[in-house]
């Protein structure tokens, strides 16, 4: 197991399109007994509700969405490049048909008890404060209804950034 240091968030230097969107992260969630990740190149970070708040958009299809919904917590693990073959098959293989953590040459970590990717080089641990199911009717630019031809929608989670770890 790897040794992290907390952050204090507010004073990190993190480029959202740069680390989500081209580097990808690993969103997990669970319990020491059973936790699933997935990898996600759609989200963000700011500040809402008076707090250091995390966004994911998470398909109504992944079974990781069901171990979000299920408990209070999720974690967002940024990896470093040598990973990105893992990232990429933790983003085309579903938990529900193998353990694809250890196919993938990851290892869990936890802290206080919420699941995270231990070669992960950063890690937001996120409170969720609010999901928000994305329909049809909301969008405004037609353009966005392409995402969602078979009807498989996002939820959008929002959690509060209760602690940034690094290695
Ligand atoms: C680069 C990349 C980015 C992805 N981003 C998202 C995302 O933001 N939201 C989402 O729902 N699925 C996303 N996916 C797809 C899931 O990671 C994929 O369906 C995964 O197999 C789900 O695993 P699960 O069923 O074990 O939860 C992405 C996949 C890849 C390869």
Redesign the pocket.
Same mark, same amino acid.
């Given at each position: 197991m790897h040794v992290f240091q907390p952050i204090p968030v507010d004073t990190m230097e993190f480029n959202p399109f740069e680390s989500i969107g081209k580097d =990808?992260a690993l969103v997990s969630a669970g319990s020491r007994q059973k936790a699933?990740?997935?990898?996600?190149? =759609?989200?963000g970070v700011g500040v809402l509700w008076g707090k250091n708040v995390a966004f994911?958009?998470? %398909?109504d299809? %992944?079974?990781? /969405?069901e171990f979000i919904d299920a408990g209070d917590f999720f974690s967002i693990s940024f990896m470093g490049k040598e990973y990105k073959e893992a990232?990429?098959y933790?983003?085309? +293989?579903?938990? %529900?048909d193998s353990d /694809?953590v250890a196919k993938a040459g990851l290892t869990w970590n936890y802290k206080h008890s919420i699941p995270f990717i231990d070669e992960g080089s950063f890690i937001f641990l996120c409170q969720k404060l609010s999901a928000v199911k994305l329909t049809e009717d909301s969008f405004i630019s037609p353009e966005i209804s392409k995402w969602y031809k078979d009807g498989d929608m +996002?939820t959008m989670y929002i959690g509060e950034i209760l602690e940034l770890m690094a290695r």
């Open positions: =990808w699933n990740t997935m990898t996600v190149s =759609w989200g994911i958009f998470v %398909r299809s %992944r079974y990781t /969405k990232l990429s933790c983003g085309s +293989h579903s938990g %529900r /694809k +996002h």
